[in-house]
């Protein structure tokens, strides 16, 4: 019995077209709630961006949410369960290498987000996820050996993520798009998320499904008692996944809920 569902936020729960949570996919999360199915948001996005989700997003109440990576874990009450930063020696490294570099390179704190070397791909994306405003423009990126930084995102093929994780010892790359990595602590990842949470309300990790479309969603998914790729997804994605759906703009999410009788049509 599925006693709790942690779902990825983009490409999976919402839309990249419209950027909302379809009508199905909605319908399905209150009826599942309604029959006492803890529903938690797995998602590399960080605290900071959350504002800039859909209101249908932000009025739901989740039991919780696992946001960068699972290195910030919030209860259903916002109060925080996990928090991670990348360790200092990291950045003590990293810091003189990138001041060389001239790709973008995105750094989220928990309140505050800058990127050195802006560009406009970089512009690309964020206007895909939602997130019209360029972040803050930092030329001395000295700043994080004096601010705890939780993910950083250089934008940079898969091809050159040993060189930088070279440079960022006690790190790992959590990708999920050709275009750029997730940087977090070497032993973080969403599992540890869920672990937390499924910890916190007594559920055994055979109780659970996951819902992802991403590279870094492989791990939860594989860590789950069920892990449901999107039909959207890449082929890697699907391979570890237990159950294929449907892509999001064809009611994915609504289809598999159905499936495994956490919801009716």
Same mark, same amino acid.
């Given at each position: ?34 029959? =006492? ?38 209860? +259903? ?9 990348? $360790? ?17 390179? @995105? ?22 996820? =939602? ?27 898969? +091809? ?17 798009? $050709? ?9 973080? !990842? ?19 499904? @996951?819902? !992802?479309?991403? *590279? ?10 069920? =892990?449901?790729?999107? =039909? ?7 391979? *570890? ?5 449907? $892509? ?7 289809? *598999? ?9």
């Amino acid at each position: 019995m599925i006693k709790a569902v942690f779902l990825d936020i983009d490409g999976t729960l919402i839309r990249f077209d419209t950027h909302e949570i379809p009508d199905s996919a909605l319908k399905v999360l209150h009826q599942a709630k309604e029959k =006492g199915i803890r529903l938690f948001i797995a998602s590399g996005r960080p605290p900071i961006q959350m504002s800039l989700l859909c209101e249908s997003f932000r009025t739901f109440p989740w039991d919780g949410k696992v946001l960068l990576n699972g290195q910030y874990c919030l209860d +259903e009450k916002g109060n925080v369960m996990h928090q991670e930063p990348l $360790p200092m020696s990291a950045m003590e490294k990293l810091v003189p290498w990138l001041m060389d570099k001239q790709f973008n390179c @995105a750094f989220y704190e928990l309140d505050y987000a800058y990127d050195i070397h802006f560009n406009q791909d970089y512009y690309n994306y964020l206007k895909e996820i =939602g997130h019209t405003e360029r972040m803050l423009p930092v030329e001395d990126v000295h700043r994080a050996l004096s601010h705890e930084t939780y993910q950083i995102c250089p934008y940079i093929p898969a +091809e050159e993520d040993p060189e930088f994780i070279s440079h960022a010892p006690g790190c790992k790359s959590a990708r999920w798009t $050709p275009d750029f990595a997730d940087i977090i602590p070497e032993d973080g !990842g969403k599992p540890e998320g869920v672990k937390r949470m499924l910890a916190k309300y007594g559920i055994a990790r055979e109780e659970c499904m @996951a819902f !992802g479309d991403g *590279a870094n969603d492989i791990t939860m998914l594989q860590y789950a008692g069920i =892990g449901v790729a999107m =039909g959207n997804a890449n082929d890697d994605v699907k391979a *570890a996944a237990d159950y294929v759906t449907a $892509p999001i703009d064809q009611d994915g999410l609504a289809k *598999a809920f159905v499936h495994f009788h956490l919801a009716t049509e």
